[in-house]
T-cell receptor, first 114, second 113 residues
């Protein structure tokens, strides 16, 4: 059974703080993704990584950075949190090859920036 | 510009009846489509998918239909059950992508007992 875990379910941070969100998967997936989910906007891709130390910008990368030092771990960093980054953050992973394009998601982190 | 659109934010259906969730897309490069279900405070879970070379895929109570000429897909749930109440997202993969998915905005399905 694929397991994607995220470091926190709920997080409250202050404006200007540096925030780290961590994601770990146990399926040896090459690809990992960070999304944010907002009402009426669905899931929007922030960054993804297809290999260790590799990263690609998604649709909304501004204000975020990522780190992938190990295959199983993908971190999302908010360098200076702002109130408009209050959202649900979802991590996902998938294989890079083969006929299954399914992404497996973690439970999400509800981040509130005050 | 939203490439994957779910125009109905919500849908209510009586238990035992059919639920039909719709999704439209604009990008002709999309070649694979997926449906996910999401309960509150949980991550989305994969439900069913379809390749662009097919027009129908069935899995138990769930059937996905793809109409490429209309750039439209739909998810049918028959019969609907109260446990199906969740937000449903359609997603699409582009043939030119490294497996990123583009998601719609979601439809909240409520199945009334």
């Amino acid at each position: 059974d694929v397991k994607v875990t995220q470091s926190s379910r709920y997080l409250v941070k202050r404006t200007g703080e540096k925030v780290f969100l961590e994601c770990v998967q146990d399926m040896d997936h090459e690809n990992m993704f960070w999304y944010r989910q907002d009402p009426g906007l669905g899931l929007r891709l922030i960054y993804f990584s297809y290999d260790v130390k590799m990263k690609e910008k998604g649709d909304i990368p501004e204000g975020y950075s990522v780190s992938r030092e190990k295959k199983e771990r993908f971190s999302l960093i908010l360098e200076s949190a702002s109130t408009n980054q209050t959202s649900m953050y979802l991590c996902a992973s998938s294989f890079r090859q083969g006929y299954s394009y399914e992404q497996y998601f973690g439970p999400g982190t509800r981040l509130t920036v005050t | 510009d939203q490439q994957v659109k779910q125009n109905s934010p919500s849908l209510s259906v009586q238990e035992g009846r059919i639920s039909i969730l719709n999704c439209d897309y604009t990008n002709s490069m999309f070649d694979y489509f997926l449906w996910y279900k999401k309960y509150p405070a949980e991550g989305p879970t994969f439900l069913i998918s379809i390749s662009s070379i097919k027009d129908k895929n069935e899995d138990g109570r769930f059937t996905v239909f793809l109409n490429k000429s209309a750039k439209h897909l739909s998810l049918h749930i028959v019969p609907s059950q109260p446990g199906d109440s969740a937000v449903y997202f359609c997603a699409a993969k582009s043939s030119g992508s490294a497996r990123q998915l583009t998601f719609g905005s979601g439809t909240q399905l409520t199945v009334l007992p």
